[in-house]
Nanobody
Framework: VQLQASGGGLVQAGGSVRLSCVASGGTFSNYGMGWFRQNPGKEREFVGG????????NYANSVKGRFTVSRDNAKNTVYLQMNSLKSEDTAVYYCAARWGFSSAVSEAMGQYNYWGQGTQVTVSS
């Protein structure tokens, strides 16, 4: 499956942005989806994710209450709504797909089979 992320850009602190990730080449509902982020010289970290059906989500503590992951299986798209942005949210954001059906969202990079190209989000203070 191929993943194409978009929606990044420059935003002021306190603002909002929504990232989208469109999947192609596979049956989207067969995949749990995750969002990760990375800064130069740092490890890629889990941000949030959603199960195949969309019934469950999970978030990193640093974004809980500010970010929301959702999906539209009819559009083969997963979203990351980012509110109350902080300068420390600046990063390249990646979407990822985890094959198989699960009742839980994995935070482990190694559990994801496919990755998008990343989209830069820069939060100015």
């Amino acid at each position: 499956v191929q993943l194409q992320a978009s929606g990044g850009g420059l935003v002021q602190a306190g603002g909002s942005v929504r990232l989208s990730c469109v999947a192609s080449g596979g049956t989207f509902s067969n995949y749990g989806m995750g969002w990760f982020r990375q800064n130069p010289g740092k490890e890629r970290e889990f941000v949030g994710g959603i199960t195949n059906s969309g019934s469950r989500t999970n978030y990193a503590n640093s974004v809980k209450g500010r970010f929301t992951v959702s999906r539209d299986n009819a559009k083969n798209t997963v979203y990351l709504q980012m509110n109350s942005l902080k300068s420390e949210d600046t990063a390249v954001y990646y979407c990822a797909a985890r094959w198989g059906f699960s009742s839980a969202v994995s935070e482990a990079m190694g559990q994801y089979n496919y990755w998008g190209q990343g989209t830069q989000v820069t939060v100015s203070s």
